[in-house]
Every structure is written in C-alpha cells, then in structure tokens.
C-alpha cells in the first residue's frame, strides 16, 4: 500500500508540475550585439517561443544590434541605446568584428606584425567585454552571454577564406566562459554547437554550410540552431501541453501537463472533453525543415501531447472544435500522438497568427534599428541632425568620398535612402511598435477547445 501511495504522489507529482519560465512577466530583454543579432533571427525564434509557451508574460524583446558593431562600440551606446530601456535583463553576444577578420587571409601568417596586431585585437575585446559586463552587473541588469556564432573557415565557396578568424572566435568563447564563472554569469555555447553540427553537415556535403555564403551570418538553419541552443542552455520547458486521459476509471483519470481538462463526457462510445493549455505549439514552417533534422528541437521543446489509455479497440476520428485533424487507432492513441506536428489544429492556426503579427512587429523593428544605425555610425558629432535636408547632404558626400568603393557599398547606400524615408516618421513607428508589442501577446492568448474522439464505424 505504501508502495502504491508513492507512486501515486511521484504520478501526480510528475504531471502537475509547472511550466518555468527563464524570463518573466514585466521583463524587458536587450539582445545586444553586431549584424547577426541587427538582423535578428535567431533572437526572434526566441521571442517566437516565449510568446506562444508562455502568452501570459508580457515580455518586452528588444534589438540592440548595430551592423559591423565591436565591444568599444557597445560601451559607447551602452547608456543611449541599451539601458535607456530599463532593462532587466541584457543577452549579449559579440566577437564576430572584434576579431579583425582583414588580419586572416587564405593562407597561414607568419608575418610578426599581423600576429601581433590579432593579438591586440583579442586582448582589446578580452578587456571590453569584461568593462561591459562589470558595467551592467553594477546597474542590476541580469547578464546573459552567448558564445559567438562561428565563422565558416571549412567550407567549399566562392566567397574568400579568411583561414583562422574561427580559431579567434574560439579564444574569444573561451574567455567568455571565464568571465561567466568569474560572475556566475549564465552562458549559451553557440560556437561549440554550431562547430559540430557544422561539421557534419559538410562530411555529408563539403559545400554546404549553417553559415551564410558569405561565411560570417547564419542562414536560416543555423538561426533556428541558435534558438534551440538558448533554449537549451536556458533550461526551456519540453512540453507545450500534454493531455492523459485513462478510460479505465468509471470517473476517468485526468492528468494534465500545463494544460486543464474542464469538462469530460465519459458516458458514451464518442469521447467529448474540453481543455484550456496554457501554451500555443512552435510555429514550424518549411524553413526549419533543415534545423529540425540537425537538432531535436520537436522532442526537446515542442511537444503537445494527446494520449487516451483503456479506449476500446478501434479506429477513431479526433476532431477539435469544428476541425478533423485525423484517424488514429487506439493503439496510437494509447503510445500518444503529437498534435504539435499537425499544421491544421486551431492551436496551430492561431499560433500563425500570432507569427505573423511578430512578422509586422520585426518590419517596423528593423526600420527602428535602420535610425539607430545610421545615426550611431554615421552621424555620431554631426550638429545638424535634425535638418534632414542637411543629413542627406552630409551622407552623399561621406558616401561618394569613403564609403562608394568599399564592399558594402549598396549596404551602406540602401541603409541611407531608408534612413531618408522613415527619419520623418519615427515617433509613429515608435508607437506603432509599441502597440504591436501588446497585440503579439493578445493574439497569443490560449482558448479551450473541445475535443470530440468519435469510433469509425465499421470498427
């Protein structure tokens, strides 16, 4: 008997337990870093995540990633454009320009003056990273850091190798995981994932890469990697919901994983019960076909679990709310099914809704980010910033002396000609982006649904 009282409590133990949540309601997040956090995905699969696991805290994401940016360049921003939000918390990752990546060429250096010059490189950002940091703690900011994303130096592409920049970044990660046991600061170890996944990619295929063809910015692929890494780094909840009803129990046995089953008809062949979950599933679309096959993010983060024990034999169709999802056997209803999987629940439409939102919030972010650029790194000491008439003057002719004939220059003048079109409008994106914030979280609140289990006939 007090065997079976054990195993009762560690049941229910086990399936009342809550879903935790790394960050919390009122929060307000600064992703801080160079392009790869500016352009932001990886950052927004985070924030995809949050909202749909836990739609019940309102928490503020923010970019804070300016292209091309170093370790000098954040403490230089660190009052106007990061703790100006009044963050609690800061995510931080860079190292990607710090390393100098014109030092590394397609051949091994011998030369003393470039080795040293990579050495400075190493210790200034070694130097302002910890300056960085100390600076937040000092404020109450909680500190996250990520280890840098890795710079493709192995595969096979037209773009030129810049041989041993990943090497850098490995110095740099290592460091980085010094200051985080200093701090006993939580770090996320993108480099060594992203390293190894990377590798197997191209044993397979040695022209095929989770970097970008330009070696330095993750693709898709390797954003969604990011993500997964955080999550897991960060402890994530597995289950998005899981439903266990045991047909057994003249009562039926109910046990429910961050969801609640409100009403249950247990009285007939057809099975009707209505849930509340707390969590909407991951919205997974074709682009992260690749990433899921590479990490296990489905089984690790992404689980929405239906599963009806000591149901009659047979075939029975599921239909939730007014929507047939399926026929499922009982013997698969008793292993469990997988609705997370399934792109036509209701759970899963609202879910695309709620992506979509974000979609409209992230268009009006990287406008936001496309000022803040500009005037960072362009305009800094200019004293006429508020004549636009002025500033596209001042920028024609910086961009026809300097900057014309570099790399990116149709970044540079794309960025600029934005810059011109939505300056006069800020204060109206601002608000817009405000707004939208709150609405990203209305469109992700959860709703019951009820759920109808019906035999198929000739069962």
Known sequence: MKKLILFLSIFLALFSKAQTSLFQDGDRVCFVGNSITSNGEFY???????????????????????????????????????????????????????????????????????????????????????????????????????????????????????LGVNDALKVCADFLSELAQKYNLTIIDYWSTMSTINQKVQIKDAHATIIGPDRVHPGATGHFIMMYEFLKSTNAPKYISKIFIDRSLKTSMKKSINCTIKKMDNNSRIINFTVQENALPYPLTASSNEATTLVPFIQDFNLEILQLANL??????????????????????????????????????????????????????????????????????????????????????????????????????????????IKPIQQVLLQQFQNLQAEVYEFAKTKEHIYHLIPVKGN
């Open 312 to 421: 009659e034999d047979g075939n029975y169709n599921l239909v939730i709310d007014s929507s047939a999802i399926g026929i499922y056997s009982s013997s698969q209803l008793k292993l469990g099914i997988d609705l997370s999987l399934i792109n036509h629940t209701p759970q899963f439409q609202q879910s695309l809704t709620v992506q979509q939102k974000l979609f409209d919030l992230w268009k009006i972010e990287t406008s936001l980010r496309t000022i803040t650029y500009v005037e960072f790194k362009h305009l800094q000491g200019y004293n006429k910033i508020n004549d636009l008439d002025s500033v596209k003057l001042y920028l024609k002719n910086l961009f026809d002396t300097n900057l014309s004939a570099t790399p990116s220059a149709p970044f540079y003048k794309r960025e600029f000609d934005k810059y011109y079109e």
């Open 44 to 162: 927004h699969n985070i924030y995809q995540y949050y909202v749909t696991r836990f739609p019940k805290n309102h928490i503020e994401f923010l970019n804070c990633g300016i292209s091309g940016d170093v370790t000098s360049g954040i403490l230089k921003r660190l009052d106007f454009d990061i703790l100006s939000h009044n963050p609690t918390h800061a995510v931080i990752m860079i190292g990607m320009n710090d390393v100098n990546r014109s030092l590394y060429g397609a051949n091994i250096s011998t030369n003393t003056d470039t080795i040293n010059k990579r050495e400075l490189a190493i210790n200034s950002y070694k130097k302002n990273a910890e300056q960085i940091v100390k600076k937040l703690l000092d404020l109450g900011v909680i500190v996250i850091l990520q280890k840098p994303s890795i710079y493709d130096q192995t595969v096979i592409l037209p773009k030129e190798n810049n």
